[in-house]
T-cell receptor, first 109, second 116 residues
Framework: GIQVEQSPPDLILQEGANSTLRCNFS?????LQWFHQNPWGQLINLFY???GTKQNGRLSATTVATERYSLLYISSSQTTDSGVYFC???????????FGTGTSLTVIP | DTGVSQNPRHKITKRGQNVTFRCDPI?????LYWYRQTLGQGPEFLTY????????KSRLLSDRFSAERPKGSFSTLEIQRTEQGDSAMYLC??????????????FGPGTRLLVL
């Protein structure tokens, strides 16, 4: 199956700092989503972004499908941003979504 | 829209027992997915339903696992003869396609299973 790798695996930030999370995938995809998993395990959908750029408040995401990567930008980070960030992709065939390895973010006050 | 719900939220069982989990998707969503997540890993796909039809199953889904979605509404995931390796968070997600392969998955809170 498709390989989905995220970097960095762990990130510690001071409140107010900015960060960039990366998702690389090994094959062409039709669908890409970014999720935030909070400390209680709930996965929250952040972006549906198979290509292009989107922004939602302090978060924005860019996917360059032809180069097989996506970036998630977090600006002015807050302690509530802590948790694990996953990207999930749907390859061009099949209905199975593949999740990345995740980036664990800790924002300290 | 009350979101995706899962029951129970936690389950502790002894090895060899059967367990069943339930997922209630968002009402207008016709697609439903089950995933398993172990500590430190991303969710792994188990199976997928479109309406009541189970259209895809992962090789991870051994014959001890069975899933159903009668009438295309709620879904159940049963694990027979549980093993300690089944201990994990079981996640359900639902979605509705709004275009070619265009869908956003919404996840439930998960059922955390511990097999002793």
């Amino acid at each position: 199956g498709i390989q989905v790798e995220q970097s960095p695996p762990d990130l510690i930030l001071q409140e107010g700092a900015n960060s960039t999370l990366r998702c690389n995938f090994s094959d062409s995809v039709n669908n890409l989503q970014w999720f935030h998993q909070n400390p209680w395990g709930q996965l929250i959908n952040l972006f549906y972004i198979p290509s292009g750029t989107k922004q939602n408040g302090r978060l924005s995401a860019t996917t360059v499908a032809t180069e097989r990567y996506s970036l998630l930008y977090i600006s002015s980070s807050q302690t509530t941003d802590s948790g694990v960030y996953f990207c999930a992709v749907l390859p061009n065939t099949g209905n199975q979504f593949y999740f990345g390895t995740g980036t664990s973010l800790t924002v300290i006050p | 829209d009350t979101g995706v719900s899962q029951n129970p939220r936690h389950k502790i069982t002894k090895r060899g027992q059967n367990v069943t989990f339930r997922c209630d998707p968002i009402s207008e969503h016709n697609r439903l997915y089950w995933y398993r997540q172990t500590l430190g890993q991303g969710p792994e796909f188990l199976t997928y339903f479109q309406n009541e039809a189970q259209l895809e199953k992962s090789r991870l889904l051994s014959d001890r696992f069975s899933a159903e979605r009668p009438k295309g509404s709620f879904s159940t995931l049963e694990i027979q003869r549980t093993e300690q390796g089944d201990s994990a968070m079981y996640l359900c997600a639902s979605s509705r396609r709004t275009g070619y392969r265009r869908e956003t998955q919404y996840f439930g809170p998960g059922t955390r299973l511990l097999v002793l």
